[in-house]
């Protein structure tokens, strides 16, 4: 590697330096943008302790899923968690600590954190459970809450394309939190389908710069889709 | 009668507009996009960073890449934008969507709702529920008027731990519309061959009966 090139070849190098107990944000929105191949990775290292930050935690035997078949997530950090059983009894008998957060809220503390904001206020779950333990304060007679911003010790992303320099583009829905985890890692990953060359992509059209980015991998993907609904 | 899922998806699609951003729940609120009416144009936002969201692809065009916020492939219309949870949320939490509907468990007379969690059962989450009702001014919460067991949805307190306070304004049930003013629910119509009295009977919460309560009408 030399220079700006963020490019590895193995996914044992894309999440080297990974370790017990750290904090992984990754994007993705259920099954969709999800960077399957570098959770994988985290699978195959048997890293344990790990406290994720995720909109969802994948399904059963897919995405992130599959990091609590060993047990290897200690807590969870999510809006919406529904869709897998084991997630649902390992959460029953204590095994899984899980912190609900807005949907929202959970987009602008990734934000917040990689731009440098420790906190912010936000008017989204005042009265309600999110709210408990949490300052608040007014602001034009409304009342809000502070939310902290989150950091990672890792952010595992998965986009499109990529050149060698890690400027990133998305595709589709498939942007949706990818994006805000690229910022908030303090070794950012990305995984694409394509890695093109310097000066491929548009300048003006790049979603993530490259300055976010640690290392970039290409692979081949899955995709799985949750819930296929057609017309008829 | 009480009104099935599509005539309360009908009833909610009268007070779209021509030029509204609307986010539309899941269930009912979702099947409010079959009854656009004719010539009228509305666009969709779904939260997971899709403004514009389009009819549901066929076998051909389906793409793992193209999900609404229900997590079901879906399409773009022309004149959609696509971009991250972060932006979609500021969207919705600055106020720029014109309508949002959303489904609940509870409204009580306050105007806070309850729609995420029910103690003692297993709690999936409230994905972007908290953020749509805090940020939205035009909310429209669809519900049964009352449970199974007949105990109703329209309180005078929410007895479960609340998804937003004092942020609904407007409920359509299969029973009635209602609109919340001055801590109480006023009755505005009620479906078609439903008795003032059963809605007084299913309302918990203090209700205001003024003294035409029309009938909902559907093209």
Redesign the interface.
Known sequence: MAGFDKVVVSYEEAMSGLEDGMTIIAGGFGLCGIPENLIAEIKRRQTKGLTVVSNNCGVDGFGLGILLEDKQIKKMIASYVGENALFEQQLLNGELEVDLTPQGTLAEKMRAGGAGIPAFYTATGVGTPVAEGKETRSFHDREYLLEESITGDFAIVKGWKADRFGNVIYRHTAQNFNPLAATAGKITVVEVEEIVEVGELEPSQIHTPGIYVDRVIQGSFEKRIEKVTVRS | MALSREQMAQRVAQELRDGFYVNLGIGIPTLVANYVPEGMDVMLQ?????LGMG?????ET?????????????T?VAGAS?????E??AM??GGHVDLTVLGAFEVDVNG?IASW?IPNK??????????LV??ADNIIVTMTHASKSGESKLLSNCSL??????CIKKVLTDLAWLEIENGCFVLKERAPGVSIEEIKEKTAGELIVPDHVPEMTFA
């Open positions: 779904s939260e997971n960073g899709l009819a549901f692809p066929t076998e389906l793409d793992a890449d193209m999900i609404n916020a229900g997590k079901q492939t879906v773009a696509i971009f991250s949870s972060a979609s949320f919705i939490r806070n969690m297993l709690v999936k989450g409230m994905g972007g529920a908290m953020d805090a940020g731990p609340l998804t937003g306070k004092g």
